[in-house]
């Protein structure tokens, strides 16, 4: 498959799309607040088993293997770990989700601090 432009935008997507890229409208206000490796997690974990090619527990592994080098930008805690309660038409799978990454990257989603495992 080609890869392909995906961008999740809060509100209505365009009216007049340009070629080739998709545009999907998201509800959660709460995106507004992400930066935009944060909201890209987000929408990767959100759609995590229509698009991914490798199970959930690897791409743990290799998200804590690459911030643990700092390759991608930090994940803040309050506002990555409180935004996937706002999102529409997600179960707990997603929220489990996206605290056990947060917890990857040295997250504590009970106490909103940095941890040390």
């Not at 432009?5 to 007049?16: F, K, N, Q, S, T």
């Not at 991608?72 to 309050?78: C, D, T, V, Y």
Request: net charge positive.
């Amino acid at each position: 498959m080609p890869p392909r432009l995906w961008i999740a935008d809060v509100g209505c997507p365009p009216r007049i799309p340009v070629p080739g890229v998709a545009y999907v409208g998201r509800s959660n206000k709460r995106r507004v607040e992400l930066t935009l490796w944060e909201a890209s997690l987000l929408e990767a974990i959100r759609d995590f088993e229509t698009w991914s090619e490798i199970t959930w527990p690897k791409a743990l592994d290799s998200h804590g293997h690459h911030q643990s080098r700092v390759w991608f930008g930090p994940i803040r805690s309050e506002p990555f770990v409180e935004a996937p309660d706002a999102e529409l038409g997600r179960g707990p799978l997603f929220r489990q989700r996206c605290r056990e990454l947060a917890a990857t990257a040295g997250i504590s989603p009970e106490c909103r601090q940095p941890f040390k495992p």
